[in-house]
């Protein structure tokens, strides 16, 4: 049974190979090999819970073999169960150093905590430790995703282009492509793939942002930046980026009365905006409305104390109230 099992998962025919495995441990209780097998199927076919009951079966008797706890972490991993997952990836490492898998998936833990640089770690390790090519798409847009966030955006373009080589339709890796080159000040290469990001998903609002930040930030073209945002807010009503994105341009326009509101909206969507804030402390500033352009100032302050604009426009309001000793403060 446990033979014919081997040959039916082989054959790719997975649940087959489990009714196999399953009907040879009826028969044989301690057969780890068929328990550990089960398991992997298990894994296969999303049982996770499943697979956590074969696999400690499996230990049982398998209690110093990598892949069964490879097995077990992948389980925990895959039922939110994090720390069980992060200590069996783990022992897998101390009986086998170089199990690479091992180091991708702990990559991966790290990569949903947003712990962006320690998943580069254990990405290095993986390559290091891998065997044969890496053909998994996921795998390096996500590097990719965490080179973007560690502002390595060349070494990003890299994995994320190697990623799209393996996957042509996946709308994650052309937006993180076209972050990159933006900030690369790529302009017509980032225009490109949030185009083509668009195409995949017409009804994502993440493309039309993404160009009109390179018409903002890189064309100065403030425009055809707005026409953009403007897209974005057909696609999604008040939305954050855009609403902050057509103030900026309205204040880079010195139209401040009429930024008021966008910023004021993209407040309302999420009340620890620092940028929005900044800048609609700017607006105030301008139209004269002293008090709120120091009380969204300090609010900016407050939620990032190392960001410098907002002391900037700080100490340009204190000039015009003639409070020279708070705006040298903000000077300093």
């Not at 199927?41 to 697979?51: E, I, P, S, V």
């Not at 069964?68 to 895959?78: D, N, P, R, S």
């Not at 997952?85 to 091992?102: F, G, I, Q, V």
């Not at 965490?146 to 390595?152: F, G, I, P, S, Y």
Request: charged content about 30%; some cysteine; aromatic content about 14%.
């Amino acid at each position: 049974l446990y033979n014919e099992g081997v040959k039916l998962k082989e054959q790719k025919k997975v649940r087959e190979a489990l009714e196999k495995f399953k009907k040879a441990v009826s028969l044989k209780p301690d057969y780890s090999q068929a328990w550990y097998e089960s398991g992997w199927c298990q894994n296969d076919l999303k049982d996770y819970k499943g697979a956590i009951i074969s696999l400690r079966n499996a230990r049982v008797g398998w209690p110093n073999i990598p892949k069964v706890w490879f097995e077990l972490g992948y389980a925990f991993h895959k039922t939110d169960n994090i720390d069980s997952a992060t200590y069996m990836y783990n022992r897998c490492l101390e009986l086998k150093p170089d199990y690479s898998n091992a180091f991708k998936q702990l990559g991966f833990i790290a990569y949903d905590a947003d712990e962006s640089k320690k998943a580069l770690e254990y990405f290095a390790k993986f390559e290091g430790a891998a065997k044969s090519e890496i053909t998994d798409y996921l795998y390096w847009y996500r590097k990719g995703f965490c080179l973007n966030a560690t502002k390595d955006y060349t070494g990003a373009i890299t994995a994320l282009q190697r990623s799209l080589e393996l996957k042509k339709d996946y709308l994650n890796t052309y937006l993180e492509l076209g972050f990159a080159n933006t900030r690369l000040k790529n302009a017509d290469l980032a225009i490109s793939y949030f185009q083509q990001a668009m195409n995949l998903d017409p009804k994502s609002h993440v493309p039309y942002n993404g160009i009109g930040e390179v018409y903002r930030d890189i064309k100065k073209d403030m425009n055809e930046a707005m026409n953009w945002y403007r897209k974005t807010l057909t696609v999604k009503e008040n939305e954050r980026k855009a609403c902050f994105g057509i103030g900026f341009c309205l204040n880079a326009q010195g139209k401040y009365a009429e930024a008021i509101p966008y910023l004021e909206t993209a407040i309302k969507q999420e009340a620890t905006y620092t940028a929005a804030y900044q800048e609609i402390g700017y607006s105030y500033y301008r139209t004269g409305d002293y008090e709120k352009g120091l009380s969204n100032l300090k609010k900016a302050l407050e939620l990032n104390p190392k960001n410098e604009n907002a002391r900037y426009y700080a100490a340009l309001v204190y000039v015009k109230q003639k409070n020279k000793a708070q705006a040298q403060k903000m000077v300093d």
